[in-house]
């Protein structure tokens, strides 16, 4: 891997999405909790696929899709995640590639298989989130490549990687090099983080100074501190990141930074579609706005018409040109 300077290094999920249309009636026979993520087995996965209709696949994962969308602003990114060695595999590395992302993790040659995510949209927007791991959850910290981190002005990491505890250990390796080499620690929260377990170890890290700035949503904010009300919430966290972002769906989003609080509203869509990737699309839309020496709000704007370019189709990779849509 080369080590010549990059806006922003990632670690997460690679994974493939399966997406289909339903409605809300196979979505509650098939006992799945609408508009959240689950985790599922492999078996469980092959059932849920076996189940539902006509699907198209595309490369995904929270942290992958935001840094296809960086690059597509015109960023210098790379991508850290574990694949395996068969077909699911070739088709995110094509992706990645193909969309300009560094990715060179080394694919894994025995089981399990590549990640995949299988996402129900139903006419509302909403999305079912159904993910099966596999091998992202596989990730060591051996696969980490300190020279590419170092050469970063940002590192983001994906929430979904801190429950379990090989890709938690992954993670927390990426932080002890971001301090020592001088990158911004970015961590993009996941509901899945928030739970009894995990709270604990995230509150822990991030209370000692491991993340720069942190993404998360209203409710993950609520889940992550415990407290009841969001102002509450935000005034703790607040206190212990230099920047916090807070996307709040159709009510806008929040930052917090030295300081001082910005609120902007969302940007208008003609029709919610699918919601999938609205967060990560908001990440990639912030990071470069902060890249490009942009301040709080201009971010946060940047954020929010990514965002709304995203949950205006199918799929959690953009469709427009996003550099004509933001102009960085």
């Not at 670690?11 to 289909?20: C, M, R, T, Y």
């Not at 099966?132 to 170092?150: F, T």
């Not at 995203?310 to 953009?318: C, D, K, L, Q, T």
Request: with cysteine; charged share 20%; proline share 5%.
């Amino acid at each position: 891997m080369t080590s010549s300077k990059l806006d922003i290094v990632a670690i997460g999920d690679a994974l493939v999405d399966v997406i289909a249309t339903t409605d809300d009636a196979f979505i509650e026979a098939q006992g799945l909790p609408k508009g959240a993520m689950q985790l599922l087995t492999t078996e469980r996965a092959d059932e849920l696929y076996a189940a539902m209709g006509p699907a198209r696949e595309i490369s995904g994962g929270s942290a992958a899709n935001s840094m296809a969308s960086a690059a597509a602003l015109g960023l210098d990114v790379a991508f850290v995640g574990q694949i395996s060695d068969d077909q699911l595999g070739d088709i995110f590395a094509h992706d990645m590639l193909s969309l300009g992302v560094r990715f060179e993790t080394p694919p894994l040659t025995a089981p399990p298989p590549t990640g995949r995510c299988l996402i129900l949209v139903t006419p509302d927007g909403q999305r079912t989130m159904n993910t099966c791991p596999g091998a992202s959850h596989q990730l060591r910290p051996e696969a980490l490549d300190e020279k590419l981190i170092a050469s970063a002005s940002v590192l983001m990491l994906e929430g979904y990687l801190w429950g379990p505890e090989l890709p938690r250990q992954t993670l927390v390796r990426a932080i002890k090099i971001a301090r020592q080499a001088g990158p911004k620690v970015a961590f993009t929260l996941s509901e899945s983080v928030c739970l009894p377990g995990r709270r604990e170890a995230l509150n822990e890290m991030i209370g000692s100074g491991g993340v720069d700035l942190l993404f998360l949503n209203d409710n993950e904010a609520l889940q992550l501190t415990g407290e009841q009300e969001l102002a509450a919430a935000l005034a703790t966290l607040s206190a212990k990141v230099e920047t916090l972002v807070v996307t709040r769906g159709a009510k806008g989003a929040l930052g917090y930074e030295n300081g001082i609080a910005v609120e902007i509203p969302a940007a208008p869509v003609e029709q919610v579609v699918d919601t999938t990737g609205a967060g990560d699309l908001f990440a990639a839309g912030f990071l470069a706005g902060r890249c490009r020496g942009r301040d709080l709000r201009c971010s946060l704007e940047i954020g929010a018409l990514c965002a709304g370019e995203i949950i205006s189709h199918f799929g959690a990779r953009p469709e427009k040109d996003l550099k004509k849509l933001v102009q960085l």
